[in-house]
């Protein structure tokens, strides 16, 4: 049984990708991080969100 990765919203990478199917980017994808950061920042949390917070949700290194 194939197993399906999903990306921090909880959409299975397979569905994401039949979905844009076709089309053009808009922008890149670091301005599509960038705004994906920024939006993230600003939701109401508990506790401040650190740049390690940002490198884990994004899948890159903190360091």
Do not use: F
Not at 9 to 35: F, H, M, Q
Not at 41 to 49: D, G, H, N, Q, S
């Amino acid at each position: 049984m194939k197993k399906t990765a999903t990306g921090p919203d909880g959409v299975s990478e397979e569905a994401a990708d039949s979905s844009n199917a076709g089309r053009v980017s808009l922008y890149g994808a670091t301005v599509e991080y960038g705004i994906h950061c920024m939006l993230w920042l600003i939701a109401p949390r508990e506790k401040p969100v650190s740049s390690r917070d940002l490198a884990e949700l994004q899948g890159v290194p903190s360091t």
